[in-house]
Nanobody, 120 residues
Framework: QVQLVESGGGLVQAGGSLRLSCAAAGGTFRRYRMGWFRQAPGKERELVGAISWPLGITQYYDDSVKGRFTITRDNAKNTVYLQMNSLKPEDTAVYYC????????????WGQGTQVTVSS
């Protein structure tokens, strides 16, 4: 069983930055593709970006965050990060990290989420 715990959310003004962290416990973190999702009120959860295993050489980003958000991973710390720069009010959402432990297209472990609020 893998537990994922996000941290780093908060309130920030538009144009500001935040860094989210997601610490994993259990399992073999370096073998997991990791992803960040977000869900705004009244909207469906969407994939923000993902990072490959084991070294994170390949990343994917949604067009809405490309050039502003960066995902990195530290396998020694079993942690994945989401650096968010130039934040916009439309980035306001609950952010979740997820792990794909089976190497497929499904995300089988999820964190509890952390709130990010961007004020205009």
């Amino acid at each position: 069983q893998v537990q994922l715990v996000e941290s780093g959310g908060g309130l920030v003004q538009a144009g500001g930055s935040l860094r989210l962290s997601c610490a994993a416990a259990g399992g073999t973190f370096r073998r997991y593709r990791m992803g960040w999702f977000r869900q705004a009120p009244g909207k469906e959860r969407e994939l923000v970006g993902a990072i490959s295993w084991p070294l994170g050489i390949t990343q994917y980003y949604d067009d809405s965050v490309k050039g502003r958000f960066t995902i990195t991973r530290d396998n020694a710390k079993n942690t994945v990060y989401l650096q968010m720069n130039s934040l916009k009010p439309e980035d306001t959402a609950v952010y979740y990290c997820a792990a794909d432990s089976l190497g497929g297209s499904d995300w089988d472990y999820w964190g509890q989420g952390t709130q990010v609020t961007v004020s205009s």
